[in-house]
């Protein structure tokens, strides 16, 4: 490389603004804690719950065959879970749409489906959707998570209704099979 006297003043310079730039991150690392209204910490924290309970392994489209579509992130399955005896069950569109997702669900209806299974209209989710190992979550949690599916941008997108299980499923699904020898 030239050594030009720009250059060389570059790389004395270089240190110090290397210490700045270290300066300047850490004030950014230590600002959200202070600054970061509430609401947004909830947002976030929800956003962390949702990935590593892993909402979006069964409620984004195409995640249930490894080929999760950004386009759909939680906003629904066209492949489902059958329950033996009990009917065929596809993971619902989450995102605050409010004909095909979950816009007009307040947020304790949110956390009430979550925790205890129960929807607003009263059937019980089936158990496909993991209701009874969410139950542990605490109150602020269970808050969390509804609060950030409602900052969702909303995604218009209708899984397919449940079916019970003497009907014919209208997509594809998931199913027991019990090897025959
Ligand atoms: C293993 C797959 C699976 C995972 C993981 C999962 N769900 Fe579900 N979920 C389902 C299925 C299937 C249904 C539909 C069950 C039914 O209709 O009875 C459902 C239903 C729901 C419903 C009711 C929606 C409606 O319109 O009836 C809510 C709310 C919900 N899930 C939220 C969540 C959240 C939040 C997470 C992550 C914390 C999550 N689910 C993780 C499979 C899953």
Redesign the pocket.
């Known amino acids: 490389m030239i050594d030009s006297p720009a250059t060389g003043t570059l790389r004395r310079a270089a240190p110090l603004i290397a210490a700045a730039l270290g300066t300047a991150l850490l004030a950014l690392a230590a600002w959200p804690a202070a600054a970061q209204p509430a609401d947004d910490r909830m947002v976030a924290r929800g956003r962390y719950?949702?990935a590593i309970?892993?909402?979006g392994?069964?409620?984004t489209g195409g995640a249930l065959i490894g080929k999760p579509d950004p386009a759909l992130a939680l906003a629904g399955?066209q492949i489902?879970?059958q329950i033996p005896e009990l009917g065929t069950?596809?993971?619902?569109?989450?995102t605050p749409d409010r004909e095909t997702?979950?816009g007009a669900?307040s947020e304790a209806e949110?956390v009430a489906?979550?925790r205890t299974g129960v929807?607003p209209d009263g059937?019980?989710?089936?158990p496909?959707?993991?209701?009874h190992a969410?139950a542990a979550l605490t109150d602020t949690d269970a808050l969390a998570?509804a609060r950030y599916?409602k900052s969702l941008p909303p995604v218009r997108h209708a899984a397919p209704p449940?079916t019970g299980a003497s009907e014919t499923p209208p997509a594809p699904y998931f199913a027991l099979v019990v090897p025959t020898r």
């Open positions: 719950l949702a309970m892993d909402c392994g069964c409620h399955s489902g879970f069950f596809y993971p619902p569109n989450l997702g979950l669900w949110i489906a979550v929807r059937r019980i989710l089936a496909a959707m993991p209701w969410y998570l599916l449940p």
